[in-house]
């Protein structure tokens, strides 16, 4: 069935049926609902990592500045002070979602909208007929690269954005905020021209850590600039923010910490580690690898990296989907080097959690990875359990 369903997909791709189907679901809600998005300020981010960071940071700034937000990210939406978690296994959710939820928030009264964009969101249309403000790219690492057929088409992906944010969105004073420590930055520069604004590092207080998160900030920081916000509101914001849970999320700090990071890809995986590493203890990762055949190629690449850095590393499950876990786990374990850590294996991830919380020693750190926020494990045929790795850490620690 599955084989079907793909050659099908394949025939309609090569008809443009998709083409149309999805500008058909990206124009008739822009219509329904309105176009809200010419009724507010409309901030769009893209790039591989720092998205849902620097969304949470700029709604966090707005707000500390006294304004209403509507927030579609990843980790939640939100309409001013309503907030809700996404669960749609979906950081851009389709069929007019974005649109509805934009309706929403003028209704509301929220004078700013704050949206993540990811590149197959936009292969699949569902930026058009939002008019954007300001868009944001955080910088590429190599993710969907299998689905997209290669990295420089997923870069393609994440650079329509930026066309179409400079071409068609019927907003004045359009301003594109950019990654000057990204190699791909000058791809993106190219397309905003004399519109672009470059930003490094934040140098100012704050609460989380990590060069990424100073990244985060500083992207942040020029996204309220150019919308007229007072720099003493933009630093007492980001000193006071705590962090977005998911990210970097400490479930405990001493006697070892506990963490629980989204990081999925080799570069994040490294940042994370890089900033969690220190002499006082080990790190302990557990972590796994998405299935259904998504980006098989990095799997080895995890495994070269975390044994690099990891004293424990335990390999489990995040979301297998239709492949075996068992493959998914030896294919990670093929890229550790010859000199490895200690490693377990557990296809149950929360027995892969207490194990790691089991082992460690007053200055270690583990570190979960894979999952942050996700609601859900995804097996076969659509099967799908409840998790949360942080509640699943806490038990683990209440028990010890």
């Not at 302990?284 to 055949?293: E, L, M, P, Q």
């Given at each position: 069935m599955a084989r079907i369903k793909k050659t099908l997909r394949g025939v309609a791709s090569s008809l443009g049926i998709l083409k149309i189907y999805h500008l058909l679901f990206a124009w008739f809600p822009a219509v329904l609902y309105g176009h809200p998005s010419s009724k507010m300020v409309l901030v769009g981010i893209t790039g591989t990592k720092g998205k849902t960071t620097v969304a949470e940071l700029v709604t966090a700034i707005l707000v500390r500045a006294g304004e209403k937000v509507a927030l579609s990210s990843s980790y939640r939406f939100c309409i001013g002070e309503k907030s809700w978690i996404n669960k749609m296994g979906n950081t851009m959710p389709g069929r007019g979602y974005i649109q509805r939820l934009l309706r929403m928030g003028v209704k509301e009264g929220c004078k700013y909208g704050v949206v993540e964009v990811v590149s197959e969101g936009v292969t699949q249309y569902r930026h058009k007929f939002l008019d954007f403000n300001i868009a944001v790219f955080t910088g590429l690492h190599p993710e969907h690269i299998e689905?997209?057929?290669?990295?420089?088409?997923y870069r393609e992906a994440k650079l329509?954005?930026?066309?179409?944010?400079?071409?068609?969105?019927?907003?004045h004073n359009k301003k594109f905020v950019i990654n000057k420590n990204s190699e791909d930055g000058k791809y993106f520069a190219e397309v905003a021209g004399k519109d672009a604004i470059f930003y490094e590092k934040y140098d100012g207080e704050l609460q989380i850590i990590g060069d990424f998160n100073k990244e985060n900030a500083a992207a942040a920081t020029e996204v309220?600039?150019?919308?007229?916000?007072?720099?003493?509101?933009?630093?007492?914001?980001?000193?006071?923010?705590?962090?977005?849970?998911?990210?970097?999320?400490?479930?405990?700090?001493?006697?070892?910490?506990v963490v629980v990071d989204y990081a999925h890809t080799p570069g994040s995986l490294e940042a994370a580690y890089g900033a969690l590493k220190s002499d006082k203890?080990?790190?302990?990762?557990?972590?796994?690898?998405?299935?259904?055949?998504?980006?098989?190629?990095?799997r080895p690449k995890l495994g070269e990296i975390a044994s690099q850095y990891c004293r424990d590393l335990i390999l489990t499950i995040e979301n297998p989907y239709d492949e075996d876990p068992q493959k998914i786990v030896d294919e990670i374990r093929s890229g550790v080097r010859s000199d490895p850590p200690r490693i377990y294996e557990f296809l149950n991830r929360g027995d892969a959690i207490k194990k790691a919380i089991d082992i460690a020693?007053?200055?270690d750190a583990v570190i979960i990875t894979g999952k942050?926020?996700?609601?859900?494990?995804?097996?076969a045929k659509g099967k799908k359990i409840s998790w949360s790795d942080r509640d699943v850490a806490a038990r683990a620690l209440a028990s010890k």
């Open positions: 689905s997209h057929g290669g990295f420089e088409k329509d954005f930026f066309r179409d944010v400079k071409n068609n969105s019927k907003k309220a600039k150019a919308l007229g916000v007072r720099d003493e509101i933009i630093k007492g914001a980001l000193a006071d923010f705590d962090g977005v849970p998911g990210r970097m999320d400490f479930v405990q700090e001493t006697p070892f910490a203890g080990g790190l302990i990762c557990v972590f796994g690898s998405d299935g259904g055949g998504r980006d098989k190629w990095k020693k007053p200055g942050g926020t996700e609601p859900f494990i995804r097996l």
